[in-house]
């Protein structure tokens, strides 16, 4: 039954099409057309490590190079520093700045997966995707999920340089994807 997925069976097949199925069809970020930063919601701690390995690897294989392991962080209770890693990701330090454009600050993690801990509470306006792997019973719960991607943003507000982020003009967030 659904309510089993990850508890009492285990799917590497499925678990590796989930990722890769998000990282064929997420949004990329509009300034810097890096992939969209991401929170991904897992059945458990188990399952959030074998899903942050598996888009580790993907992700190594899409971009070769580029993050060594550290495109996807598993973010859950058991992980320590966990709570200032929910705080690095809102403010774009997540295990440093990305590589992709020198003067736009965005953090080098694009992915966080969590199990409950961003479920609620937590603001973090440049989200881009949402990914529930795992099944979501409570409309409350979904809701307040869903509402991770709603929060309005403009990436310009990133910018270092000056001159380009008046070239640029506003660069807001006028959609984001739930999987």
């Given at each position: 039954?659904?309510?089993?997925?990850?508890?009492?069976?285990?799917?590497?097949?499925?678990?590796?099409?989930?990722?890769?199925?998000?990282?064929?069809?997420?949004?990329?970020?509009?300034?810097?057309?890096?992939?969209?930063?991401?929170?991904?919601?897992?059945?458990?701690?188990?399952?959030?490590?074998?899903?942050?390995?598996?888009?580790?690897?993907?992700?190594?294989?899409?971009?070769?190079?580029?993050?060594?392991?550290?495109?996807?962080?598993?973010?859950?209770?058991?992980?320590?520093?966990?709570?200032?890693?929910?705080?690095?990701?809102?403010?774009?330090?997540?295990?440093?700045?990305?590589?992709?454009?020198?003067?736009?600050?965005?953090?080098?993690?694009?992915?966080?997966?969590?199990?409950?801990?961003?479920?609620?509470?937590?603001?973090?306006?440049?989200?881009?995707?949402?990914?529930?792997?795992?099944?979501?019973?409570?409309?409350?719960?979904?809701?307040?999920?869903?509402g991770r991607g709603t929060?309005?943003?403009?990436?310009?507000?990133?910018?270092?340089?000056?001159?380009?982020?008046?070239?640029?003009?506003?660069?807001?967030?006028?959609?984001?994807?739930?999987?």
């Amino acid at each position: 039954k659904q309510k089993s997925f990850e508890k009492k069976f285990f799917s590497k097949p499925t678990n590796e099409l989930f990722c890769k199925t998000l990282l064929q069809h997420g949004l990329r970020d509009p300034i810097s057309a890096e992939f969209g930063k991401t929170i991904v919601f897992a059945v458990s701690q188990a399952h959030a490590a074998k899903l942050t390995q598996i888009l580790n690897e993907q992700a190594h294989a899409m971009f070769p190079g580029r993050y060594q392991s550290d495109f996807a962080v598993q973010v859950t209770s058991s992980i320590t520093d966990a709570q200032q890693f929910t705080i690095n990701f809102t403010n774009n330090t997540l295990l440093g700045s990305a590589n992709g454009l020198p003067t736009y600050k965005t953090s080098k993690a694009r992915v966080c997966v969590t199990v409950g801990m961003m479920t609620t509470g937590y603001d973090c306006p440049d989200l881009l995707n949402l990914a529930l792997m795992r099944p979501v019973f409570s409309p409350s719960d979904f809701v307040q999920i869903k509402g991770r991607g709603t929060r309005k943003h403009n990436h310009a507000e990133e910018m270092f340089d000056p001159a380009r982020k008046t070239a640029l003009g506003a660069v807001n967030k006028t959609v984001f994807r739930l999987f």
